[in-house]
């Protein structure tokens, strides 16, 4: 599996922006499918952002527009670029990358709390 580690979350007011950060251990101009999910509590991990098939993003409904997934192959890192953040974006957000002909990897999570 590819190692990720997700950097960035915090507590941020309601309104206001943050960027996530997912450090890869491979190369990720190689790795086809990467970006981001979320789970809220009590509540299934969710889609948030993602690089498919390298360069199409897909992006969920409720955070199109507010959300911009980007990356630095240089640094073999994906960033979510997250911003007008509101109550319902708190959730512990995963960075998630798939090799060809693989099955998904997934990071620890990094936590995100926006409060009023």
């Known amino acids: 599996q590819v190692h990720l580690v997700e950097s960035g979350g915090g507590l941020v007011e309601a309104g206001g922006s943050l960027r996530l950060s997912c450090a890869a251990s491979?190369?990720?101009?190689?790795?086809?499918?990467m970006g981001w999910y979320r789970q809220a509590p009590g509540k299934q991990r969710e889609l948030v952002a993602l690089?498919?098939?390298?360069?199409?993003?897909n992006y969920a409904d409720s955070v199109r527009g507010r959300f911009t997934i980007s990356r630095d192959n240089t640094k073999n890192t994906v960033y979510l670029q997250m911003s007008s953040l509101k109550i319902e974006d708190t959730a512990v957000y995963y960075c998630?990358?798939?090799?060809?002909?693989?099955?998904?990897?997934w990071g620890q999570g990094t936590q995100v709390t926006v409060s009023s």
């Open positions: 690089f498919m098939n390298g360069d199409t993003t």
């Open positions: 491979e190369t990720t101009s190689r790795i086809p499918d």
């Open positions: 998630y990358a798939r090799r060809r002909l693989s099955s998904g990897s």
